[in-house]
């Protein structure tokens, strides 16, 4: 370097102290002087990659390279740069073209190996990166290579360990930290893909993917507040993600911030209106703030979201439009949980009022219940042949097709009922004459993705069982066993709900209580639509069929609902009720 001339070493030291505006100066000057100098061009043309100018860099290295077009690492850094440019075919041309230069260089072996991965030949990408290791066992590029090549041949604890090694050589290699991130997650390890997420944004903090996936984890887990903070660091680098504005959405969703969810929504759908997951989550925001025609419209986008898709049925007849026919027979059929089949079944009666002959397709634990309910002619359970029908319909369609806003809900009650034969069946099994009689549910179903968000738990509410004059009843079916034997209250709870066989024998005994407490599960449903009082704990933000900021409900008149007031922090809402289940006892 002593023998270069003095302003391409001035050039050299500012381009190595990265003051690239300097360096790019010094190079063009000394350029008008030896346009022909080799090295100069080939180092402006690192500069401007350096600077963005990845157009400008290949026509400054291709020139050098028809200048001297034996010098293997122009070609290999021609290479990287296509390959940064996303053109891989020419990269591997221009990287095979420096190894022929130089066909023992560990480093362009490893870059050949990368670029050849990236076009789909992950045997061929092994053989030169086992070469590469070959020459220097030290690479740490060689080992990051190397484990991608095992990702993608499915070897992910020695892709792990290839990863692990390239860090040890090189501790800041955030390719390889970001890589150890994703196979953690993609073991549902998120603690320790966490951890490596970190590391990369402590080194990099412009890593969009990292930000992205660091979001999602810190969302699974309810971290919301931080989980927003790196969706808006990773839109703030690259603003045009369709997926990453509805991931915000989300979170802001959960947050409790619906119109900020909207916004975050608008923006995806402006990228990506087709994006049917988006479209259903915006629908739900929409329903939330009781904006329930537009909400209805965009909620059949669900039918294409990918878990919709998995229960998606093909149909010989036509979905029907709300037309009426009185020479016609319809299939309603359930879609999703037992709570939204007995929400929506309230709708039955006007179909009937439209359609001559009424079919309804349902679970075999509801199928008693349903076929009490008035207009139904013929009740299948889901999973058995069905009879002829000239038109059918999803449950959760009907309030769109009734184009149902708040004030028009259907509000008969009740549209439930028990025959009096299984009403007396389980009379004697209620005790507490002249005493509060409380039915108590404490989760939902351990199947139900938000379970641990919705649900207290028995332990959140046991202050309650401390309130004399009250008969509590357990109409907990799941777990309830368990949950009571590692209970501390279990002799003061009279046990039903591992009994019921079905969705009859929890009605029968919610006609004999004088009130019913429920997380937002199917019982809390059958106690509204039985017309049974019945108090609905919901979490700090709740399922968007509770609307907001009520603390009734138009969907069932004899609901009140109680609010978590900060997200999982029951305490306050187990006070609120038990001070109004004292003053229901004193009354």
């Given amino acids: 370097m002593a023998d270069l001339p003095k302003q391409l070493l001035t050039a050299i030291q500012l381009q190595q102290r990265g003051q690239l505006e300097e360096a790019a100066s010094y190079y063009i000057n000394f350029l008008k002087a030896e346009p022909d100098h080799a090295d100069a061009n080939h180092l402006l043309g690192l500069v401007l990659h350096q600077q963005g100018d990845d157009v400008a860099a290949l026509i400054m290295i291709e020139k050098a390279i028809k200048q001297r077009s034996d010098i293997a690492i122009y070609h290999a ?16 041309l221009a990287f095979a073209s420096a190894l022929r230069k130089q066909p023992a260089d560990p480093e362009i072996l490893s870059d050949l190996a990368g670029t050849i991965l990236e076009l789909g030949c992950a045997d061929k990408a092994l053989m030169f990166v086992i070469r590469a290791l070959e020459h220097d066992p030290d690479l740490a590029s060689g080992h990051y290579n190397y484990g991608l090549v095992l990702k993608a041949k499915k070897q992910r604890q020695a892709a792990k360990a290839a990863f692990e090694k390239c860090i040890e050589l090189a501790p800041n290699f955030v390719g390889a930290l970001f890589e150890l991130g994703l196979l953690f997650q993609m073991e549902g390890q998120t603690e320790y893909a966490e951890f490596y997420y970190r590391q990369v944004l402590s080194i990099d903090p412009k890593v969009f ?53 909207l916004v975050a929504y608008d923006l995806s759908l402006a990228l990506d209106p087709e994006n049917a997951e988006v479209q259903r989550n915006r629908s739900q925001v929409l329903l939330q703030m009781g904006c329930y025609l537009e909400g209805w419209e965009g909620f059949e986008w669900r039918w294409r979201t ?9 149909w010989s007849c036509p979905q029907w439009n709300g037309e009426g026919d009185k020479n016609a ?4 059929h359930a879609e999703q949980g037992f709570g939204d089949t007995i929400q929506f079944s309230r709708y039955i009666n006007q179909v009937a009022e439209r359609i001559g002959r009424v079919l309804v ?46 004030e028009t809900i ?19 099994r209620i005790e507490g004459k002249g005493v509060l009689k409380v039915g108590l549910v404490w989760k939902g179903s351990n199947k139900h993705q938000r379970n641990a968000w919705r649900s207290p738990g028995l332990a959140a509410l046991e202050p309650l069982f401390d ?9 907990q079916k799941e777990d309830e066993k368990r949950d009571l034997r590692d209970s501390a209250i279990v002799s003061r709870i009279n046990p039903l709900g591992a009994q019921f066989q079905n969705f009859d024998d929890t009605a029968a005994v919610i006609t004999h209580l004088d009130l019913v407490i429920s997380p937002d599960t199917a019982v809390a449903h059958l106690a509204g639509a039985l017309n049974k009082p019945v108090w609905i704990i919901l979490p700090h933000v709740a399922e ?19 609010r978590q007031h900060v997200r999982r922090d029951w305490s306050t809402t187990v006070s609120n009720i038990a001070h109004n289940l004292k003053l229901l006892v004193q009354s």
């Fill in 77 to 92: 850094n021609r290479g990287r740069i296509l390959k940064a440019c996303g053109k891989r075919s020419e990269a591997a």
């Fill in 209 to 261: 993917e990292a930000h992205v996936n660091l979001g999602n984890i810190l969302r699974g887990r309810y971290e919301l507040e931080e989980s927003v903070v790196h969706y808006r660091a990773a839109l703030a680098i690259e603003p045009n993600v369709a997926a990453t504005q509805g991931n915000l959405g989300v979170a802001l969703q959960e947050l409790g911030k619906p119109e900020a969810a």
């Fill in 306 to 314: 990918e878990h919709f898709k998995a229960i998606r049925r093909e």
């Fill in 329 to 332: 027979s319809i299939l309603l």
């Fill in 361 to 406: 397709e349902c679970p075999s634990t509801l199928k008693s219940l349903i076929a009490n309910c008035s207009g139904i002619d013929e009740v299948i359970v889901t999973g058995r042949s069905l009879p002829h029908f000239d038109f059918h319909i999803p449950m959760m369609s009907l309030p769109g097709v009734f184009k149902t806003e708040i």
């Fill in 410 to 428: 259907p509000r008969e009650f009740p549209y439930m009922f028990v025959t009096e034969n299984l009403r007396k069946k389980w009379a004697d």
């Fill in 467 to 475: 309130i004399d004059g009250i008969q509590w009843v357990s109409l």
């Fill in 544 to 562: 968007w069929r509770w609307l907001m900021d009520r603390v009734d409900s138009p969907w069932y008149p004899t609901m009140r609902l109680f």
